[in-house]
């Protein structure tokens, strides 16, 4: 049972009322209760039917972060592409400044907090299919569950105009006991068949790749990651819910995340941190070079071993720890990491992984480090800019946000991002999933071919189309 206090809230809406009359402007109202757990995908179905589009879900690896948001308090949205970081980010003040804020805990992830992310390149022409997400865009939800180290929290947030009155407090808790009973409705469930995988140009791909590294193999460029497609077809409209607890089951130790826009759901579990924020602490990682898992254990530390000495693969990490390393070295203090590289074990792949930390030097924002970040060899190449005009130039894949950072930042300046690799688009019945790899001067397109397909197994298997 979920019992929410209502008298703060209609508290807070008068006082907005009267600041938004005095500034003539909107103020927003943001309320922090402290309640009884509830099962995290539960309150995600729970917005099923009055939320449907205006949803997002956010799990971390260590399952001590998640956010749930429901319904749209406000949305920040841009296709400028030029300092579309710092444009984000001073909307995201500017609609925090003046708002009455009630949260008397002491932890991130409550309270106002954008949840949302920026396209791969802005630059690249748009396709139709990205055509509900903009270059940059995040929603501040109305309604937000958070569970922070087993603590649960419900947060409210409402805008407020000169125009409004008490009426407005009533709406709203209307709509928050249409939740709560949603909470006790069956799951929302229906079943859905694969019905064809239709990749998309893997011929031409593979052409693509081969003229990549001949083009390597000139000089001007160490590396570009080269992404491709394959779309589902379903026999009828996918479930979000399902793929969600099916990723749950799959992936856990991975970054879940699910962000709706105007009916599409770009959905998946990522094992990469892009990075984190929480007060003067930076934390980021080191992610590039990869191998399937193995069927035994034996087998598994085999192909372990294998990658951990593999000279491409090692070439390919050694990039991504260097230029994460100097980006952080711009905005920190301080810059630690371990000295030998480490093994990250998912599901179905193992990665070359190294963990970096950092002290923020004075002023330096979430978003700003992001900036700096996006994209990392992993998902770019090297040098950064020339890779990603390759990219943009022979690329026949509209990234949208895949390969791109997808998160949340609190009103405090704290917050997290994800690489979204390993991720896929929902269109009703169907679904694009991308995969890329990194292309250096030694790669084999057909070798290239097999490390996406390898990729492609995660969300896959969690819509139902493998097993493997």
């Not at 998640?66 to 003040?93: H, M, P, Y």
């Not at 922070?148 to 805008?159: A, E, K, L, Q, Y």
């Not at 407005?168 to 064809?196: C, G, H, P, S, W």
């Amino acid at each position: 049972m979920v019992t929410i206090q209502e008298t703060e809230l209609k508290e807070g809406i008068l006082k907005a009322i009267e600041r938004a009359k005095a500034l003539s402007k909107p103020v927003l109202v943001s309320e922090v209760q402290e309640i009884n757990h509830i099962e995290p995908l539960t309150f995600f179905a729970a917005g099923h039917e009055p939320f449907l589009g205006e949803r997002f879900f956010w799990k971390d690896p260590a399952d001590e972060t998640f956010i749930i948001g429901l319904g749209i308090c406000k949305q920040i949205q841009s296709d400028q592409a030029a300092d579309r970081f710092f444009l984000v980010e001073e909307e995201w003040k500017n609609f925090i400044k003046d708002g009455i804020i009630n949260n008397p805990f002491h932890l991130n992830g409550i309270g106002p907090l954008m949840f949302g992310g920026f396209s791969f390149d802005p630059y690249k022409e748009k396709t139709k299919l990205w055509s509900k997400y903009s270059d940059s865009l995040f929603h501040i939800p109305k309604f937000m569950y958070s569970e922070i180290n087993g603590r649960s929290f419900f947060t409210t947030n409402i805008v407020c105009t000169q125009h409004d009155d008490l009426s407005l407090a009533e709406a709203v808790q209307k709509e928050r006991r249409t939740i709560f009973t949603a909470l006790a409705a069956d799951t929302y469930q229906e079943k859905y068949e694969l019905i064809n995988e239709d990749e998309i140009n893997p011929d031409q791909w593979k052409d693509t790749v081969a003229a990549v590294v001949n083009e390597l193999k000139q000089g001007e460029l160490n590396k570009v990651v080269l992404a491709r497609e394959t779309r589902l077809h379903f026999s009828q409209s996918i479930q979000l819910e399902q793929v969600l607890m099916n990723l749950f089951k799959l992936q856990r130790e991975s970054f879940i995340f699910a962000f709706e826009s105007n009916g599409d759901c770009f959905i998946g579990a990522s094992p990469e941190r892009l990075v984190k924020k929480s007060g003067s602490s930076f934390f980021t990682t080191c992610l590039a070079g990869s191998i399937a898992r193995g069927k035994t254990d034996e087998e598994d530390r085999v192909l372990g071993d294998t990658l951990l000495a593999d000279p491409k693969n090692i070439i390919e990490h050694e990039y991504v720890v260097r230029m994460i390393k100097a980006a952080m070295e711009e905005v920190c203090d301080e810059v630690t990491m371990p000295s030998k590289t480490q093994l990250l074990k998912t599901r179905d792949i193992q990665h070359l992984y190294t963990p970096v930390t950092g002290k923020a030097k004075k002023d330096t924002s979430l978003l700003l480090l992001v900036d700096r970040l996006h994209p990392t060899p992993a998902l770019g190449g090297l040098p950064k800019e020339k890779a990603v005009e390759k990219i943009r130039e022979v690329e026949e894949l509209d990234r949208g946000f895949y390969g791109a950072p997808l998160g949340w930042v609190d009103y405090k300046g704290n917050g997290e991002f994800a690489v979204s690799i390993r991720s896929g688009l929902i269109q009703g019945d169907e679904a694009s999933l991308f995969a890329g790899c990194g292309v250096v001067e030694d790669s084999n397109p057909e070798s290239e071919y097999v490390e996406t397909k390898i990729k492609f197994r995660p969300m896959l298997t969690a819509l139902g189309g493998s097993n493997q």
